[in-house]
Every structure is written in C-alpha cells, then in structure tokens.
C-alpha cells in the first residue's frame, strides 16, 4: 500500500503504529528444577541457587505477548547468542550457561507468580522487563539475593544491592533532553516544555528530571500524565496546544510517541520533541507518523544508536544478522547483549574468586567501578545509590539506519547532573 502525503488521521495512525508494536513473539521456556542448597563442587567452587557441577542457569522475566513483545524477542535474542557464543569457548568456569525464559506479557500479577517459580533455582537476572515489574518485584528479589539486571531504569530501583540499573535513570535523560533543548533547538528562559508522562515509576522520575532542569533554565513544565493504555494522544495534543508550548518531551511507549508527534504535526504543533529511550522503536519509521518523526523526534539514551561505528556495537550487529536473518534490529538488541556481557564479567570475576553462590556474585558485581565492554560508557557498579552511568547520547530516526535511528550527539554527561544528584543525596 503507498502512503499517502496528507498526514494521517489519528486513529489510522493509532491502528498501524499498534499492528506494528503489538507484535508477539514465542519465547522459550523450561521448568526451573528444585532449589539446591550451597555447596563445594568437585572442582573447589562453592556453589548454589542455579549452579551445577556442569551449568549456570539464568533466568529472563520478559515480555513476549505484551505491548513490549518486539522488545522482549529482541534481548531474548540477543541474550542468547550471547550465551551461545560464551559455551561455544568453553563456558565460564567450565560451566554451560543456561538461560530460562518466563513471559509475563507486562502483567504484574503473573510476573509476580513467574518469578516465584524461576527464582528457585537460577543464579541471576539478566533481564526484567518493566518498571512496575520490578517495582513488585524488588523486595523479593533484594531478599533471596538474585543479582538483577531491570530493562527499566526508575531511580526508585537504586540502592538496592542486587538491583542494578545499567547506564543512567529516566531523571538523568531528562535533565539531558532539556539540555539538548537549550543547546540545540534554541529553548531560552520563559519558554514552555510539555512532558507527556507514563504514570507510575518510569513517567514520575522523568518528570522529576524534567522539572529539576527546567527550573534550572528558567523554563516552565506542563505536565500531562497518561496510561499506558491511551493510544490516542490527540486530547494531549489540544492541551499543550493551548498552553503555547515551545518543545514537547515524552516519556511513554513507542506508541505514544507515534500519536503525539504524528497529530502535533498533522495540527501545526511543529515544536522539537525529545523522547526518553524507551519511547522510540524503528518499527515507528513504517508507520504514517514516519515523516513527523524524521523532522521533530529527537531520542535520549544512555545507549548509543545501533547503527554506531563503535567496534563492538559493529561485531554484535553482524553476528545478530548472520544468527537471526530477518530480525528486527533495534536498541533491545544492543540492550540485552550489553546486559549479558556484563553479567558474564560479574561471573567470570565470582569464579575467580572462587565462588558462584549468589551472595559473592553481587560481592563480586559490586567491587567493579569502570567497566566496558566495548558497548558504550563505561559502567561503575561500586556505590549502590547511583546510576552506573551519567552519560547520554542523543539519537535520531533515520528510516534507512540499522535500527532506524542514528547518533547526532555522542556520550556526554549533562551539566547539572551531578549537582542534581548530590541534591537527590542530601534530600535523602
């Protein structure tokens, strides 16, 4: 079907960013065994929850049927081949590494039951989807001592040690985005930023961001919260509209930002927009908002685009291809790959130490204040109560990049984020 130059109509673009989002995916998934009871293994190793003589079993509390189905396929994915590659030299400390998947369709209900099940007996995490997810799930897993790996980055999350964002927060990006907003789209003192805001966790610890820096520039924010559930952005649209907004930023699904970029532009609302990490997906690009998004959308991220010359970003993307021929390759890719190697350090390092129980994983994890492996910034896991990361990209889309989307700025930490956070320290 040709598109049509005219801009789409809300609810068509509503219809086709959805078909493209809602897409499932089948995950596999095995019945964790009996939780064994720490122990020495023949080869001197102390072991527990998740650990044999012969494999090291991780668990993947993910979204496969949900609104974050593509996502969750794609660090699946990406985990996999991680595994894949780590057995195929031999494993880490002569062990197999094992990866349970559980879905959970982004219900908190069942992922609160999934995880019950899987806890028992893997070693860690290396992949939680969902900040309300985690959000129900962060008393459980701090108690049995699973070192978790969230693909969500809630500063409600920190301080936890076995809870580990990786890169920055949601607050961090914002601070970001309203820099880029000054620096780059010519915001200046008394104008107005409209933050369209999932509600929970995620949405709330953006706008505290948004709110921090705005008031640092002299800017005013307008918030407006939303569900996860409202697909339809067009009453959101008039509202802003009407408070005479010089900038939108969006901290929601990639459905959402679909829907309000494509109706402010379809209503002359032709402001910048800048969306936090999770807001964004190269399947937007196949959609009637595509040309609204190319000229306005601008995407915040402790990640760099997939589409980035770094080395390592390169080698991951052509061993995905070569692995997955037809997959989609978006930032889950790089995410979930990015998380797994990282995981495979903290082990290595435990097996060094000479113990694979889950108490001197996270010891282990936690004695790290610079790694990087070849995906990014660097990460220091050493002090529990801040990001592992303050340094952002800014990409954009571009329909004909791996992934959709490229760097315009690299890595950087914003000014103020350490002033920020020291502020977050104090009041805490």
């Known amino acids: 079907m040709k598109s049509h130059q005219h801009p789409a109509r809300p609810r068509t673009l509503l219809a086709t960013a959805l078909a493209a989002l809602l897409l499932t995916a089948t995950g596999c998934s095995s019945k964790a065994d009996s939780s064994r009871s720490t122990d020495d293994g023949a080869d001197g190793i102390k072991t527990g929850p998740g650990v044999t003589g012969k494999t090291i079993r991780l668990g993947a509390l993910t979204d496969l049927t949900g609104p974050y189905a593509t996502l969750g396929k794609s660090i699946v994915q990406a985990q996999q081949m991680w595994a894949d590659e780590v057995n195929a030299r031999g494993g880490i400390c002569d062990r197999r590494i094992e990866i349970v998947v559980k879905d959970h369709g982004y219900d908190v209900q069942k992922a609160v039951t999934v995880y019950a099940d899987l806890s028992t007996d893997v070693l860690a995490l290396p992949q939680v989807i969902g900040s309300p997810v985690m959000a129900a799930l962060l008393d459980d897993i701090e108690r049995d001592k699973v070192l978790t790996f969230p693909q ?26 309203v820099d880029f907003l000054t620096r780059a789209k010519g915001l200046a003192k008394g104008d107005t ?32 919260k939303i569900k996860a559930t409202d697909t339809d952005l067009s009453a959101q649209v008039s509202a802003l509209r009407k408070e005479g907004v010089n900038a939108i930023l969006i901290s929601a699904g990639p459905a959402q930002t679909a829907s309000l970029v494509g109706v402010a532009a379809s209503r002359g609302l032709k402001v910048p927009v800048v969306s936090s990490a999770p807001g964004y997906a190269p399947q937007l690009m196949k959609t009637p908002a595509a040309p609204a998004l190319t000229a306005l959308l601008n995407v915040v991220s402790a990640a760099p685009a997939v589409s980035s010359d770094l080395p390592g970003v390169r080698k991951m993307v052509a061993s995905y291809k070569k692995k997955y021929p037809g997959s989609l390759i978006d930032s889950g890719v790089l995410s979930g790959y ?22 001197d994983l996270v010891k282990a994890h936690r ?62």
């Open 338 to 359: 990015n998380a797994a190697r990282l995981m495979g350090d903290d082990l290595q390092k435990a097996c060094d130490k000479g113990s694979l129980t889950r108490e």
């Open 152 to 177: 969500a980055w809630a500063a409600s999350l920190l301080d936890r040690d076995a809870v580990q964002v990786l890169g920055t927060t949601y607050d961090i990006d914002m601070i970001a985005a």
């Open 193 to 224: 930023i409209g933050h369209v805001y999932f509600e929970g966790d995620y949405g709330a610890n953006a706008l505290e961001g948004s709110r921090w820096a705005a008031k640092k520039a002299g800017l005013k924010v307008v918030g407006q």
């Open 367 to 428: 004695s790290q204040s610079a790694v990087d492996v070849g995906l990014g910034t660097a990460q220091d896991f050493s002090d529990k109560a801040r990001p592992a990361s303050t340094s952002t990209y800014v990409h954009k889309p571009d329909a004909e990049a791996v992934g959709a989307a490229v760097n315009v700025e690299d890595a950087h930490t914003a000014p103020g984020v350490e002033e920020y956070l020291a502020s977050r320290t104090s009041s805490g």
